[in-house]
């Protein structure tokens, strides 16, 4: 090597890339893999991992934190009930009395705090990256197919690669993008009144927040849901920036899934 070699940038570099791909190496092949880190992905990812379990969550944006960001309407405040309050305290994350059972809390602070609480527990979160399909052997949901998020942004052809788990939870709110790919392309029958998809319904926030941690459940051998997306497959209302639900669904999935895994 000679007197001029940059050691410095090869050092980062190198323990960048190194480190990089011993996370990667050593999550392709999880106990729960959790697509989207919203508040319920993120407090089941919490919750799987303090138990013990290895936990890999994808998130295809840059930022973690899903819809839990903006507050409403951009005014960066959420509201929660008095149950869920616990569950972010548990997080270090402050509350403030709003009334009867309601709290706000600074929305930035929570998006950080899961975020944060998620990681520390033991979860590995991997931004930027997609997961573009699933994997279904033997009458089971058992893995994730992942590419980075750019590569799907710019349409570029390039094949993903293959994160094998036992339990695959779909956080992917709104869309349901997993199930959508169980449903719509594997020809999965999911645990629904239907078997597939009955879509979200209008605003009703009491009903919403209730039905979200109602329809928090195992949908097929490996696959459960958690959020909005729950509420997406079986049909339930949406709530706005209300967010004890999404928290106590994320809580309901991990007990669920600590359950089948322990099995
Ligand atoms: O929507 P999101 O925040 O999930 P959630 O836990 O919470 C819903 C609330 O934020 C809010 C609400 C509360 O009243 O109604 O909407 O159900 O977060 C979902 C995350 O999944 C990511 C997406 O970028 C977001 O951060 N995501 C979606 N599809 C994929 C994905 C995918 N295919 N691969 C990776 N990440």
């Not at 033997?138 to 993903?160: I, K, Q, S, T």
Request: proline share 5%.
């Amino acid at each position: 090597m000679s007197d001029k070699a940059p050691v410095m940038e090869e050092a980062v570099s190198g323990a960048i890339v190194r480190r990089y791909f011993e996370k990667l190496q050593e999550h392709l092949a999880v106990d729960a893999a959790i697509v989207g880190a919203g508040p319920s992905g993120l407090v089941a990812a919490h919750d799987l991992a303090a138990a013990g379990y290895k936990v890999a969550v994808f998130e295809s944006k840059l930022a973690p934190g899903g819809g839990t960001w903006g507050g409403g309407m951009l005014f960066n405040e959420v509201t929660v009930q008095d149950d869920a309050a616990e569950i972010l305290h548990g997080f270090g994350i402050e509350t403030r009395p709003a009334g009867g059972p309601y709290h706000t809390v600074d929305s930035v602070e929570m998006a950080a705090g899961l975020i944060f609480g998620a990681r520390k527990a033991g979860a590995v979160i991997f931004n930027a990256v997609r997961v573009e399909d699933i994997v279904v052997r033997e009458g089971a949901v058992c893995g994730v197919v992942v590419n980075w998020n750019p590569v799907a942004r710019l349409e570029m052809h390039v094949d993903p690669i293959v994160v094998t788990s036992r339990a695959l939870i779909d956080g992917t709110g709104h869309p349901s993008e997993i199930v959508a790919k169980a449903v719509r392309k594997a020809g999965l029958a999911v645990d629904s009144p239907t078997g597939g998809i009955l879509g979200e319904k209008p605003m009703w926030m009491e009903d919403g927040e209730r039905t979200t941690v109602e329809n928090t459940k195992r949908l097929y051998p490996g696959l459960y849901a958690s959020g909005m997306a729950a509420n997406n497959v079986q049909g339930g209302f949406r709530m706005g920036p209300i967010f004890g639900g999404m928290f106590k669904s994320g809580r309901k999935i991990a007990a669920i899934v600590a359950a089948d895994l322990a099995r």
